[in-house]
């Protein structure tokens, strides 16, 4: 039954973190295993923001061993940022096995990436110049005190509220998700893709990695294939009507675009409120109230409908 929502400011940049918080905590009752959160600040020219994670949440209570460990990995990762040039410009600790690194890097992104995920126990959350994905196990009210999120500003954003029904209750398993090659692509879905496995496959052979069983990872993967390859983020998420099989609702941001789409029987709910300078979007209009309390007018966007707005 998972929560979705998505919100986009015209122009400006706002405190998206605290009302991405305040739509999510507004659909807990959708799904209180874990909430996850994609938010864009205003990027640094030349600066790359890597999230990432070197344990799961629950690791933490197996004794002492774990905290060697966690400490041996993050060894490795900065070994490999050394060894591909990438220059550390600062290091949180945000939770002893979350993570947020601010680089400069002037090769090849993808490759570097890669290698650091080959160190067992490390995944990496993002990586992108505006994308900051943060995601933990709890309602959005104790991961955004627990990673800072309500004072984060920027341009737009979108989070995830998850009731687990495929895969673990896990940090690897909540939404949303990013995919490199294309760094600042994220992803939340609401329904279920039934052609996973064969997109899946499909999507390994073109070289793209998966770190999760859950199939909305997915979509990330799709999209950030058609973006690498010159698509359009709104020519991608048509044809994801047309390739991808399921009942589905799935939101897409970039750097600089937040995009909606709904499969053909459009089972899963969406509620769209725009303005000239906000658009807001959520599975309940709950949502939408809790950052808008004041009278006002929503759509139910219709099946297969498609929308981008533009930052």
Known sequence: MCGIAGLIHKGKSSNVGAEMTSMLQALKHRGPDSTGYAVYGEPTEGDYVMRLKVAEAEDMGRGRGIHKVITDRISAVEDILSEFGAQVKSRDSVTEYALRYVLTHD??????????????????????????????????????????????????????????????????????????????????????????????????????????????????????????????????????????????????????????????????????????????MASEEVAIRAILPQEIDTTDPYDEEVRVWQA
């Open 107 to 280: 090769g090849e992104t993808a490759d570097m990436a890669k290698n650091i995920e080959e160190i067992e126990g490390v995944e990496i959350l993002s990586l992108g110049n505006g994308l900051e994905l943060i995601k933990d196990l709890g309602d959005a009210s104790v991961v955004a005190a627990q990673y800072g999120l309500n004072d984060f500003k920027g341009t737009h954003g979108i989070g995830h509220t998850r009731m687990a029904t495929e895969s673990d209750v896990d940090i690897r398993s909540a939404h949303p998700y990013w995919a490199f090659p294309y760094n600042d692509v994220s992803v939340v879905h609401n329904g279920q893709i039934t052609n996973y496995w064969i997109m899946r496959r499909e999507m390994e052979r073109k070289g793209h990695r998966f770190m999760s069983n859950c199939d909305s990872e997915l979509l990330a993967v799709y999209t950030a294939h058609n973006l690498a390859n010159g698509v359009s983020l709104e020519d991608s998420l048509r044809r994801s009507i047309e390739e991808i099989d399921g009942v589905f609702t799935y939101l897409v941001a970039t750097k600089d675009q937040l995009g909606m789409a709904k499969d053909t029987m459009a089972a899963k709910p969406l509620v769209l409120y725009e303005s000239d300078d906000l658009i807001a």
